[in-house]
């Protein structure tokens, strides 16, 4: 199994509601990553997660928390977001955290809109 | 600052011609290079990786080359078909990480 699945495929809120994206794969991968990506620019790197633990945060607001039950799944909570918030959220993989030649295997996304 | 740069300005060629689609960088060290396609409102699909040490790389009709000298990557489709219209994003990973910086991308659109 090669694929990484994203829930939900679409996902409309207002600003005052609370949703969560969620993110699996079974490769085995040690390291998830969230992305975010508005139109026409490349993917901007949200959160990595290695060995199940946060690692990388750039500097997201603090109305996306991510969260890693386990080495299969991963979370983005959402609350009190901004219409500006809107855009495709890409979840990704890859193998194992420091290993060289690192592909990143991604969802298909979500795509989200702020009301 | 780092800077990765891919022509913003679609690419437009006839079937059966080869797309040539550049990445340039600057400030960087990347210690490999990746090519990714993504189709509209989808992710990324992985497509070749080239490391620092190496000139060129070929997947079936795919070829990427690697010139640290001129901080460029060129990434090549022979015999085009109108499938291969994409956005295609190159990646840098420097030396040390395990993760990318992604370009914008470059449109490709072949025409039958």
């Known amino acids: 199994d090669t694929e990484v699945t994203q829930t939900p495929k679409h996902l409309v809120m207002g600003m005052t509601n609370k949703k969560s994206l969620k993110c699996e794969q079974h490769?085995?991968?040690?390291?998830m990553y969230w992305y975010k990506q508005k139109a026409k620019k490349p993917p901007e790197l949200m959160f990595v997660?290695?060995?199940?633990?946060?690692?990388i945060n750039e500097s997201v607001p603090s109305r996306f928390s991510p969260e890693c039950p386990n080495s299969s799944l991963l979370n983005l909570h959402l609350h009190a977001l901004q219409p500006e918030d809107s855009a495709l959220y890409l979840c990704a993989s890859s193998q194992a955290p420091g290993a060289s030649g690192e592909t990143q295997y991604f969802g298909p996304g979500t795509r989200l809109l702020v009301l | 600052s780092q800077k990765i740069e891919q022509n913003s300005e679609a690419l437009n060629i006839q079937e059966g011609k080869t797309a040539t689609l550049t990445c340039n960088y600057t400030?960087?060290?990347?210690?490999?290079l990746q090519w990714y396609r993504q189709d509209p409102g989808r992710g990324p699909v992985f497509l070749l990786l080239?490391?620092?040490?190496?000139k060129e790389k070929r997947k079936e009709r795919l070829k990427v080359t690697f010139d640290t000298t001129l901080k460029q990557s060129l990434f090549h489709i022979t015999a085009s078909q109108p499938a291969d219209s994409a956005t295609y994003l190159c990646?840098?990973?420097?030396?040390?990480?395990?993760?990318?910086?992604f370009g914008r991308g470059t449109s490709l659109i072949v025409h039958p």
């Open positions: 997660y290695s060995y199940e633990k946060l690692s």
């Open positions: 080239i490391r620092e040490n190496e």
């Open positions: 490769m085995g991968h040690r390291a």
């Open positions: 400030n960087y060290s990347p210690a490999y």
């Open positions: 990646a840098l990973t420097p030396g040390g990480s395990y993760i990318p910086t």
